[in-house]
């Protein structure tokens, strides 16, 4: 199975910047694509960003949009999350998530297969 560790988390000022890494390892023979979520103590996970298999057909939640990238680098295995402009309301815990055989993504939760472990970003003055 897959499995996936998220790095690059940490406490950043208002305004400030975070760039977030989810590897990849396992071997698997099928596509999958590679979704970012969050979670905020007492809210539900919710969808922040995915790409499609190979890096293609990103997607993105409103309140992220302009401010968030998502990017795939192939030869390392590895999603990343470019976060700028970061607001308090930011702050939660950011997971990612593969979803197998899958060209196109999606930011349901019940589309994913597996999850990281979770890394805290903290945005505070």
């Known amino acids: 199975q897959l499995q996936l560790v998220e790095s690059g988390g940490g406490l950043v000022q208002p305004g400030g910047s975070l760039r977030l890494s989810c590897v990849v390892s396992?071997?698997?023979?099928?596509?999958?694509?590679i979704g970012w979520y969050r979670q905020a103590p007492g809210k539900e996970r919710e969808g922040v960003s995915c790409t499609g298999s190979r890096g293609g057909y990103p997607l993105y939640a409103d309140s992220v949009k302009g401010r968030f990238t998502i990017s795939m680098d192939n030869a390392k295995n590895t999603v990343y999350l470019q976060m700028n402009n970061l607001k308090p309301e930011d702050t939660a815990v950011y997971y990612c998530a593969a979803e197998q055989r899958a060209v196109f993504c999606g930011l349901e939760r019940e589309r994913q297969h597996f999850w990281g472990q979770g890394s805290q970003v903290t945005v505070s003055s």
């Open positions: 396992g071997f698997t023979p099928d596509s999958y694509a």
